[in-house]
């Protein structure tokens, strides 16, 4: 990989035209990108009966919606060019809906249903779609109490998560992964 | 089970307010349902790079947000007297997202992540939860070019479908079945 | 259901020729089973590491091939007739490998995995073959511990389980269901 | 990684004393493995009617049982030591139940069992256990007849293969896998 200096865009994942503006500017000064990652994630822990239906309504805007546009405009994108890799980040929400976990587990299982059919349309145009599912609390700069009670271990290092990213980008299109867990070695599951 | 005449009642079911009226005026004049199916679906067949965004939401509204709304108003009048059933109808869609079905697999899978989380919380309060997946098409009224084409055997009777859901409802609180498929003997899959 | 005296035969179901003079001989006397349910199952909770060889392939032994013995010869008969219901007993184990699991979930796996192999052959010609997952203890003789601790809610009754293998049995052709969860209402999972 | 020559052993993975004889040689010439990599898998096509007892016992032998006694002496050794890889290979036959395929199915997800089992057991102890499951045909000497009908890019690389197994084994311990698909980029599925 050539490091070279990052770059940082603002954009509203749910706004559709916001997106495709971005996308193009991106394309514009970077070029089209090799790689997208829809990272965007609401998070919500009560029990059904409480959940407000607006609330659960923006919890999917920003889970699922937003990975449809973002995951939209880059296969369109892509799909003309060829390649691509297009990576959603899930989490065990994806496949599991906990007691208190509905309003995050809804747009989760949307994410991962949006994965499923994307790969399965775009494959065969040359872009690799994948999603991750993380298991456990990634590290960070506010992580300093769980650090202290859990240890360093019990946490997803962001480098780490960010290898296996790069690797999914890097996989050869004859042998593809399409779904991928994460979780640290400690971690109960 | 008593058999005795049928009331049909209108309702929008991803208006809360509407929801929430109709449970009230079923509830004041047949007494509060023991059984509540969420059988609305929306459905939606092309690739994820032509679905419009409203689509997509409009999609997810009456898959998903109704199902979420009158599971709610159900639960929170259900859990308080200790007792009923609520179903919810699946497809093969609640857990397989295949090419051209994002629209409809974003909904169902978010239903199913939906009577999960229902199931695992209201289950202790005695509502019995289930999602049944229905995997085929229904025999109805539209149906002669179908039944023509593949014989009768292939498409699932309604009565059949009626009462796995009420064999479901009936079934004793120590032994409750939670995710149950259904499908023609002579389908493939 | 008409109830009638019920007959006990003994049969050792991991030997091939001892299973199919058993079928012969309940054909001769009570006519070809409607139904026939393969509840046999070993147990074994230990590490892997700890699991000595014979262990494990009489674990395997009780809980997959006996299930294939018994599922094979029930299959070559009632196909012949193009009827009947054929249930596998399964569990948690048959999806989840939990830790100290390996000697009983590698059982119940294959267990399943025959089970959807035999449905989708088998389906065609007229045979039902379904799983029942049991998540939980079964209340039983031996179980007055358990209920003195966790209430006798916590333990699945069989009456209650037997009712939900009939009603499979009983499932019109053209709505089978092949997989089905058991648990009590109040359980945790 | 340090490339260098390779060393070739003949052993029979069901035979517990035959392993442990190769795994003390290959640690007393070599040193104990870093990674290891169970490949060995049986195959078998036809309907569970006409599956033979001892053709079934035989498949699970060296597709399920193998995997455990390779695995177990495995893991006796890196626990010890508190590191290392550990690798099955699955297929779709390890979450699938197809027609025709229950003598390759009961084995690999008896296989798929094991590792889920293993990995939540080891991975405190500083072993990575991880199953890859091949969705599709690999690559190799007698393929020319597939090349020419399906294209090269329906086939596998097997060195692409190799480099997911190795990005799996050089994964950060705070981001394990454990369960990932690889199939090529047209591949129908």
């Known amino acids: 990989m050539t490091e070279g ?4 865009y603002g ?9 495709a503006a971005l996308f193009d500017r991106v394309s ?13 994630s609401g998070f919500l822990m009560k029990p059904v009966m409480e959940i407000e239906t607006d609330e659960l309504v923006q919890q999917w805007n920003v889970t699922c919606l937003g990975g449809f546009i973002v995951g939209r405009e880059a296969a369109r994108r892509m799909s003309e060019r060829g390649s691509g890799s297009l990576l959603f980040t899930g989490a065990t929400a994806c496949y ?6 509905a309003g995050f587990a809804v747009g989760k299982f949307g994410l991962r249903a949006l994965a499923q059919s994307m790969a ?5 145009q040359g872009v690799h779609v994948a999603i991750v ?3 456990g609390e990634i590290n960070g700069p506010d992580h300093a109490h769980e650090i202290a009670e859990k240890g360093v271990d019990a946490l997803l290092d962001p480098d780490a ?3 296996t990213y790069l690797a999914l980008h890097r996989q050869h299109h004859t042998a593809w992964s399409h779904e991928v867990d ?8």
């Open 5 to 8: 200096p990052a770059h940082g």
């Open 11 to 19: 954009c509203d994942a749910t706004d559709e035209t916001d997106v």
């Open 28 to 40: 514009g000064e970077l070029g089209l990108p090799d790689l997208v990652v829809y990272n965007a």
């Open 96 to 101: 599991k809906g906990s007691a208190n976990f």
């Open 120 to 124: 399965r349309e775009l494959g065969p």
């Open 133 to 135: 599912n993380i298991d």
């Open 161 to 163: 998560i960010a290898q």
């Open 182 to 189: 994460l979780r640290p070695a400690i971690e109960k599951w």
